[in-house]
DNA sequence: GTCGTTGCTGGTAGCGCTGTCAACGTTCCT
DNA sequence: AGGAACGTTGACAGCGCTACCAGCAACGAC
């Protein structure tokens, strides 16, 4: 009776309402806020949508309620393991949720950012998360305009859009160059590629600590815009030692880097910590495993992915956090390739690093 | 005139349609199939829709056409190196068309994958990417009932949905191993992790190969369930030696599990290739970059993301392919680590695995 | 000259859902 | 007892767009 049914049979909110015995409008109630009606009818709508299988029409709900369900998502690169640590963190976030990611990749662009961005809040997200925070002028403003709630990634500054998520890359490069001085060395070489933000904020935080040991030499620096690999590392490496032949630790802007210098000294036949010493950034698995075992900055991107989108979940459905900005800090992983206290180099057990003296900190940014 | 703005002075269709003198349902027009506008209207509208910025609101066009312009992909892991090249391939296909990309994690369950299946097929995908060919009676079902096109991808077998891009996996560990022959090598050990269904098919080429040359035996195989890392790598070809020390080669089911195998060697001062030989499954970028470089297993990832990305579109869009199962075959890099013609273990230059050679071949399945 | 045929344009009527507001019954207070 | 306050429900009117079909002009064929 009532409405014909679609040509696929597909059943709409209308015939879940008839089947209950309730008002179309109360059993839309029911998927949006069951709280509201009684329990009679709520159960009544329950038992009706399940047995006819009822899935609402999301185009539907968006058109009529202006407002989608959708988090967009904003990411320079998929290949980067950074990000997909991160990702993987916002995908299990939102499971469960009733939003849907929308995932797109600035390819480390700030105008395909700004581009990007455009199109997303053309469409009425739900909310929004973003990486890092040098936007151009027009992208900021455009996220300043935005009536949905915003989390920036990856790192923590001192004006955040909206809500904030990350640590400070200088304090955390800061802090492996002072592991490094700890360690007793003192003509630390930097390997860096790609030079997003990022980067070079932890470029900038090493150039500080060797700035206030007296120890900066800009020839120490070897710095590429391409994007990085393993082989880059060793790559880079090579053109350090070309330069400045006595340097006696190498500080490498993220753990592929370290991996290459790693080959490359072996290659070399340099040994490691022995001739130098290597410290990477983000302590991924292998950093662990390697030979020597490589010291890295233990950064949390699990946590930042799952973190950012919980925060934002939160925001949407109008439960805002007491904090809008977290700094979820980074630890000094110190392993075999910056230890001057030497265990003997060939440890009995495989297990790799048996004892990882672990250096927390908060990032303080100043 | 006419209706009033919406409250946020959004532009609709009617006001582009308004401003270039003509009616709505033309402007439309313009927007999805602008050959049917005279000249003089095309030109028209689209300059109205340029001054006023419009853009078109997605969930009024889905609802009222019945159908979205969103492509649906199905891939088991983030965080895997193999599934992010793939994922970008899509990604790049997909960017500057219509379509966009709805990405789920089924985290290597098929019963996650059925229910991801159902969600995505309620909203009425324009189209959908699946990984494998291993999916539940179910699952399959309603692939078949769906009435969009779809591409399953990452392996090619003899029973497609719709359409099938990737490779034989048996076929490639076939060819790994008869590399491994050829050099000479005759006890070769398999490690593999996780064991999915295409971890599988690579442990089943070996075996068949191994069986072929009267060499197979079980002790030679080790796996686990568990996610794969570098440092399994080394933990299970520890296990393998305790089993059989002589082992001659190791065929890796993927290149983390080599690094972990290298890593190990060089903890027990085993040398490679002297003493055994390595073999991996990808050909991710550190493999010829590590000391030794090491072989592995050429696969087309990107290439096969995009391609698989571009099929769908087309055929989305009616144009489909006169080939509907592509098989991007595999290549064997062959690299110092399964190398018995050595080269000087220390090459003068740090350039990694001067002369790949490489044995290229298009799966046949079987 | 009449009849199709083609190419372009417009009117009408929803797509399935939700915002708004009014109306109802019930409870609680004074 | 009267009224306010609350909780619950429903009617109505779209959200912005497109499917469908009708209309109209221009043209060629018979």
Chains 1, 2 share one sequence.
Request: net charge positive; with cysteine; glycine share 8%.
């Amino acid at each position: 009776m009532g409405r014909k049914r679609t040509k696929s049979g597909k059943i709409r909110l209308a015939e879940v309402a008839e089947l209950a015995g309730v008002s179309p409008i109360t059993a839309s109630r029911f998927f949006r806020n069951p709280e509201a009606l009684s329990v009679a009818k709520r159960t009544r709508v329950e038992s009706a949508a399940k047995e006819l299988g009822y899935v609402p029409n999301l185009a539907a709900r968006a058109l009529a309620s202006q407002r989608t369900e959708v988090i967009g998502v904003l990411i320079p690169s998929l290949t980067n393991n950074v990000f997909s640590d991160v990702l993987r963190g916002i995908y299990d976030a939102s499971e469960g949720s009733r939003y849907s990611i929308q995932l797109s990749n600035t390819r480390y662009s700030i105008l395909q950012e700004e581009k990007l961005l455009r199109l997303f809040l053309a469409q009425k997200p739900a909310g929004l998360i973003v990486t890092g925070i040098d936007q151009t002028a027009e992208s900021r403003a455009m996220l300043e305009a935005a009536d949905c709630p915003i989390v920036q990634i990856m790192e923590i500054g001192p004006d955040p859009v909206d809500m904030m998520i990350g640590f400070s890359h200088y304090d955390a490069a800061r802090a492996a160059v002072a592991h490094l001085f700890e360690q007793g060395h003192r003509k630390i070489g930097f390997v860096g590629a790609r030079m997003d933000p990022r980067v070079q904020r932890r470029l900038d935080g090493y150039v500080s600590a060797m700035k206030d040991a007296g120890l900066f030499e800009q020839r120490l620096v070897v710095t590429t815009a391409t994007p990085t690999s393993v082989t880059l590392g060793g790559a880079l490496f090579a053109d350090l030692l070309a330069r400045e032949p006595d340097i006696d630790a190498v500080f490498c802007a993220n753990d592929d880097l370290a991996l290459g210098v790693l080959f490359e000294c072996r290659r070399r036949e340099i040994t490691v910590p022995g001739q130098i010493a290597i410290v990477g950034f983000n302590d991924l698995e292998f950093m662990a495993s390697a030979v020597p075992t490589l010291t890295s900055i233990r950064t949390n991107r699990y946590e930042m992915g799952k973190t950012a989108a919980t925060m934002l979940i939160n925001a949407i459905e109008g439960r805002r956090p007491e904090q809008p900005v977290l700094d979820l800090g980074f630890k000094v992983i110190e392993r075999q390739s910056s230890s001057t206290r030497r265990s003997d180099s060939r440890p009995a057990v495989s297990g790799a690093g048996a004892a990882n003296k672990m250096i927390a900190l908060p990032s303080s940014h100043d």
